[in-house]
């Protein structure tokens, strides 16, 4: 999937490569895995 | 007459603007399809404690937010009470030394939403935080009530909401300070 972007202020711009890999490390996807919260997230 | 009780045509005494509790201390707009929002300069000398109040947008789908300061990563530690609306039971959920905050707020497809009290973010001691959100993903949604501490005593300027799952667009995250 595209990228999705990332803010500072009132900067919007795309992640980059780095910055994604980063977020899918912390667990983001796409859609949610599970409806009801879990631990960390 | 002043403090508490105002007329049209009152002097606005420094000791009147000085018994206000809450002050706006930053707004910022949400973009379009991000992942995250980062508010920086968010927090200063000025205020102890702060209120961030973020209610509005939409997400591309129902999630939960989690919420950082800085760059931190590590050291987060909290817990969590939630119910679904159509749910006769509350559920609980905790950690510690996570990596956010979790289960700060709720992205819905219909509207975001997300309250924080945060605790002495600039100053060199513990932060923390007591969050809540309202879901407002109609009858399957949460309403969730949390809070923790970070264990570190960083001074922090910045805040960062994150998306927990999908993006965010819209709205306005805006930032009070509770006057010292």
Known sequence: MARPNIQIDDLVREMTDEEYAALLESGWTPEPIESEPTGDE | MGY????????????????VGLWLVKTQTVGSAVSSVSVTSAFSSNYDNYRVVYDGGTSSTDAAFTVQLGSTATGYHYSIVYQQYNAAT???VGATNTTSWPNAGRQSTVRNSLVLDIFAPYLSTYSG???????????????????GMLNNTTSYTDLKINAGSGTISGGTVRVYGYRN
Not at chain 2, 4 to 19: H, I, M, Q, R, Y
Not at chain 2, 133 to 143: C, E, K, R
């Open chain 2, 129 to 147: 935080i007591r969050y809540a959100g309202v879901d407002y993903a109609a009858t399957s949604g949460f309403i969730i009530t949390g809070g």
């Open chain 2, 4 to 19: 508490p009780v105002f007329a049209l045509g009152d002097k606005w005494e420094p000791t009147d603007a000085n018994a």
């Open chain 2, 90 to 92: 509350p559920l609980g």
